[in-house]
């Protein structure tokens, strides 16, 4: 893998990640061919990537007569399945298909600390990589939080680390990759229409502690039994965190206090509600990332302050403003409905909920209960509206309305539903795909269209 020069490469997906990976490549002299199923008019800057860095672009789709055979690696972008028609031409020829996590550890030269769970992915990510910097240790944070990693990971300094927020689409085709120390925080149903079942999902999920020996750490949530049932199968040494139990060992919550016990010490670290991000699942974030960097050496003096300070990330219970009495909250990183529910429950106030999007085939009986006990109003948007619709009907709450593929028309109707002492939560509990290209260009447009609702 370290010598490329002059090898034939096809990237498949020219998104952000198939971009970085081709200049990557194209960097250590491979001669890369980058293709995707859109043309160049979608696909905009691609120009430019070819003629800075004579990477050949197949767009439209793999041209019949292409030899997927004549390649001598193929790197697939996390967006893409593995059956899609070019990735199975590409697995059928025999030719070694890898993604960008891979591409970017087969290069690294420093240990990796990721996480991967269904959900509180980014903010845990985003926390263990602040509490590191805050406590003078240097590392990059990437992965599926945005940054891809073959940017960055050969420019670290020796004692530096890699923080990566890990999907199952990245960890699909991980092969060699191995977290020194890896998290896995809870698995729930999500993105079933790609894995099939939640056993290959768990699976897929799993594949973080792939290769990992005792001088490793796989940290589990104590309290997910289907991510607890795995502890017994890893090479890692296994350190346990519990929102609910009073362990033994590893990290805790007991009697309102953040506990570390470990090697037959026990740490006081704080009072559990100095933790800046509120809600039980943040709550369970924190302790997932003090267990990583209480592990990586960080002092708990320095992770208390980190938790203290840290302010939670963009788009996830993200606050816009308070307009006529009403709070606005953008929870567009809510893309299923285990992370809605997550979102509910730190609800205060009665809510005008705003729902639906892309069709992922989720099962959105779970929001029942808590919509019945803190929802006032629902408006639904985008695919999943109608089915959403359906289960509000069969579960006897009738006061939602739909607006269609209109995100403004949404965001107005929820402002207007919305009376002084309501908030407005949008976190939908669907994909973003279909109407926007990602959760982060959703929540960018609501947090536009609340701020121009405030400005009326």
Not at 74 to 83: F, K, T
Not at 205 to 221: G, S
Request: charged share 20%; with cysteine.
């Amino acid at each position: 893998m370290q010598d490329l020069s002059n090898k034939k490469v096809l990237v498949i997906g020219a998104g952000l990640s198939g971009r970085a990976a081709a200049i990557f490549l194209a960097t250590k002299g491979a001669k890369v061919t980058l293709t995707d199923n859109k043309t160049a008019a979608d696909l905009d800057g691609l120009a430019d990537l070819s003629e800075k860095n004579g990477v050949r672009l197949l767009l439209g789709g793999m041209p019949e007569g292409e030899a997927v055979e004549d390649y001598q690696l193929a790197v697939i972008s996390p967006g893409i399945p593995l059956d899609n028609p070019t990735a199975l031409s590409v697995q059928q020829a025999g030719v070694p298909l890898l993604g960008e996590l891979e591409l970017a550890y087969q290069f690294s030269h420093n240990p990796f600390l990721a996480i991967t769970g269904t959900n509180g992915k980014t903010t845990t990510t985003s926390l263990l990589g602040y509490i590191l910097e805050q406590s003078g240790k240097q590392c990059i944070i990437g992965g599926n939080i945005g940054k891809p990693l073959v940017n960055t990971v050969e420019d670290l300094p020796p004692d530096a680390c890699v923080v990566a927020e890990l999907s199952s689409f990245q960890l699909e085709t991980a092969q060699e990759f191995k977290a020194h120390i890896g998290a896995f925080l809870n698995l729930t149903p999500d993105h079933l229409y790609r894995h099939g079942d939640m056993a290959n999902y768990g699976a897929i999920k799993a594949k973080i502690f792939a290769h990992q020996t005792p001088a490793d750490f796989a940290v589990l949530n104590y309290d997910d039994e289907l991510v607890r049932a795995w502890a017994p199968k890893l090479g890692g040494t296994v350190v346990f965190f519990s929102r609910q139990v009073d362990l033994s060992e590893g990290m805790l919550a007991q009697n309102g206090r953040l506990l570390w016990r470990w090697q037959g010490r026990e740490v006081d670290i704080m009072p559990a509600d100095e933790v800046l991000i509120k809600g039980p699942h943040n709550l369970e974030n924190a302790l997932a990332a003090a267990a990583m960097a209480l592990l990586a050496g960080v002092e708990p003096r320095q992770v208390r302050l980190a938790l203290q300070s840290f302010p939670g990330v963009e788009h996830r219970q993200e606050r816009v403003g308070e307009f006529g009495g009403v709070l606005y909250v953008n929870d567009s990183k809510g893309t299923n409905p285990d992370s809605t529910i997550m979102a509910l429950r730190a609800c205060t106030r009665p809510t005008v909920l705003i729902l639906g999007g892309y069709e992922k085939n989720s099962d959105f009986s779970s929001l029942l209960p808590l919509i019945k006990e803190k929802v006032k109003h629902i408006v639904l948007v985008g695919q999943t509206a109608e089915r959403i619709a359906e289960t509000l009907q069969a579960g006897g709450f009738k006061a939602y309305e739909s607006a269609g593929m209109d995100f403004e028309r949404c965001v107005q109707l929820a402002a207007a539903a919305a009376e002084p002492g309501d908030e407005v939560l949008l976190s939908p509990a669907s994909a973003s795909w279909g109407m926007f290209n990602n959760f982060e260009e959703r929540g960018e447009c609501f947090k536009q269209l609340v701020h121009k609702l405030g400005n009326l």
